[in-house]
């Protein structure tokens, strides 16, 4: 990779990591740098669980003007996502039709959190404290804000913030 690559690394995408139920592994500067980038922890078996669908449905509006949801399975909260990578996949697929791209499962919580979630957390102050928990990210690669579990995928706020950033 180039210095210049490199500069152009926004912090909040300066990590690699494995594609849900993969062996490859995305470096998220190269994949999504550019965009606008939505990061939710998500989990199967929560009361959240049927964001999914708004969420699918805010990529499939937003995607053609540059914004990517990455989702993070965790089961740090209650075990609510107990599965292996390959059931978690298949339940969203066949679930909720999701598309937009999921990433290996990651410790979110204070104290084990993933060096990603630390990163975010130390940008907003805030750990997840549910699941779907959410954190914008602008097209320079700054996370912009978060948004709590009860913020609903298609909720006004959320919407609005996103549109701001396209």
Known sequence: MTTQAAANCGPALDFELRRLAGDDTVRLCDAYQGKVVLMVNTASKCGFTSQYEGLEALYAKYKERG???????????AN?????????QKFCRLTYSVEFPMFEKLHVKKGKASPLYQYLATQTGVYPKWNFYKYLIDREGKVVDHFSSITS??????????????
Not at 67 to 77: A, I, K
């Open 67 to 77: 914004l990517v949801v990455l989702g993070f399975p965790s089961n740090d909260f």
């Open 80 to 88: 609510q996502e107990p599965g292996s990578e390959e059931q978690i």
């Open 153 to 166: 995928p298609t909720s006004k706020t959320l919407v609005r913030a996103i549109e701001k950033l396209l």
